[in-house]
């Protein structure tokens, strides 16, 4: 696996592709040899785990400097987070005139779960599947979540439901219905083409939403594959370092979308008529 040797690059670059995997049916760990007709029910583990260990991180991290912050001194760690807050806040509020107690810290949530999934890219690709085989065995370890369109896609559907949510808790069920079918042609000869119209548009934004991340962090570790496995080591670095360097403004500029468009999306719900 990455440690078998692997000198083919493309079977180097689709090892790499791999998760490491449970077969939900009987709780096995998925291999090449496993059967894969029940891959509905077949879960990836590294994404899971790395994306709650993350997310917990992020948690107490930020618990820990807000308790702190009223009993001492400021430090630097205290100051990055507090710039941290002030940049999201901002935004909000250039955003979403009114007060609101979701979307501000939704945002933060989302922009800083989302920046450190994407900071995991940065560590060399064989680290830790290396250290995955040698202490634990296991054949396939994939560390970027946000590189897996499942954990994407599930964060952009969990914004969907709170755009309908929201929706339907402003304007009420039937008033929402009656906006999808008579928008925005008001008149009930058009009611099929609105209804049509108005759910492709409402079904595009979670869905490009997710995707969005997913493919331009998938294709930075696509990159990031080619150069390990297709260059000598020696020459890795003249290409891995200016690339790393590239994507960390690729971190930011997915993470900051990714809120932005939260907070647009949102910000429209709440405040429909």
């Known amino acids: 696996m990455v440690l078998k040797v692997i000198s083919d690059p493309k079977s180097y670059i689709i090892h790499h592709l791999h998760h490491l995997q ?63 807050v002030i940049f999201v806040d901002t935004n ?32 060399p690709i064989d680290f830790f599947p290396l250290l995955g085989n040698s202490i634990l065995g296991i054949n396939f370890l994939k560390v970027v979540p946000s590189s897996d369109i499942n954990i994407t896609m599930s964060m952009s559907i969990s914004i969907f439901l709170l755009i309908l949510f929201y929706s339907i808790k402003k304007n009420g069920f039937f008033s929402f219905l009656k906006k999808m079918s008579l928008h925005p042609f008001n008149h009930p000869f058009f009611f099929v083409f609105n209804l049509i119209l108005e759910l492709v548009t409402l ?9 969005r991340l997913f493919g331009n962090i998938y294709s930075s570790e696509i990159i990031f594959m080619m150069i390990s496995g297709l260059i000598p080591w020696w020459g890795q670095f003249f290409l891995s370092v200016p690339w790393s360097i590239f994507h960390i403004l690729v971190i930011f500029l997915q993470s900051f979308i990714f809120m932005v468009l939260t907070i647009v999306y949102l910000s429209a719900a709440i405040e429909e008529n």
């Open 22 to 84: 449970m077969n939900l049916f009987d709780f096995s760990i998925v291999n090449e040899s496993t059967n894969r007709k029940s891959s509905f029910f077949i879960v990836n583990l590294d994404s899971l785990f790395f994306s709650l260990f993350l997310g917990c991180l992020f948690l107490f991290f930020f618990y820990r400097i807000s308790k702190e912050a009223t009993v001492k001194l400021p430090g630097k760690l205290q100051s990055f987070v507090e710039l941290v």
């Open 92 to 123: 909000v509020k250039d955003m979403y005139k009114t007060k609101s107690v979701l979307i501000p810290p939704l945002s933060l949530t989302v922009f800083v779960w989302t920046f450190l999934m994407n900071s995991m890219d940065l560590f």
């Open 203 to 211: 079904f595009s934004k979670p869905i490009s939403l997710g995707l």
